[in-house]
């Protein structure tokens, strides 16, 4: 897991688990661990990056989008709505090849 830290505040960036291992889910107890290591050095809020709904309970609960937030709001979150992000492309030809060479890479990824 990855974490930054600014003024009273501790955001999660980026956090991974091997495949074999996802069901014992070892993000939650770092997510967990690090909420407790910011609480303990005095940090007042953890930024978890966001969610994807407003209101999981109004959602599929087997939806993986709604499953994340709902996650994050078994901790106690509360969801704070930013601007929306928005992709500007400014090669359109560099932008589908790179897309095209992703989506490669992570099919040949997950067979192996």
């Not at 003024?7 to 909420?35: C, D, M, N």
């Amino acid at each position: 897991m990855f974490a930054l830290m600014f003024g009273r505040k501790v955001f999660y960036v980026w956090g991974g688990s091997s495949a074999p291992h996802r069901a014992y889910q070892p993000g939650a107890l770092l997510q967990w661990e690090t909420i407790k290591w910011a609480r303990l050095h005095g940090y007042r809020y953890y930024d978890f990056h966001g969610a994807l709904v407003e209101d999981p309970e109004k959602y599929n609960r087997h939806d993986k989008t709604a499953s994340v937030a709902l996650f994050k709001k078994g901790f106690g979150a509360s969801f704070v709505k930013y601007m929306p992000q928005h992709k500007v492309v400014l090669s359109p030809s560099r932008y589908h090849l790179t897309s095209a060479c992703r989506k490669m890479l992570f099919t040949i990824h997950r067979l192996v």
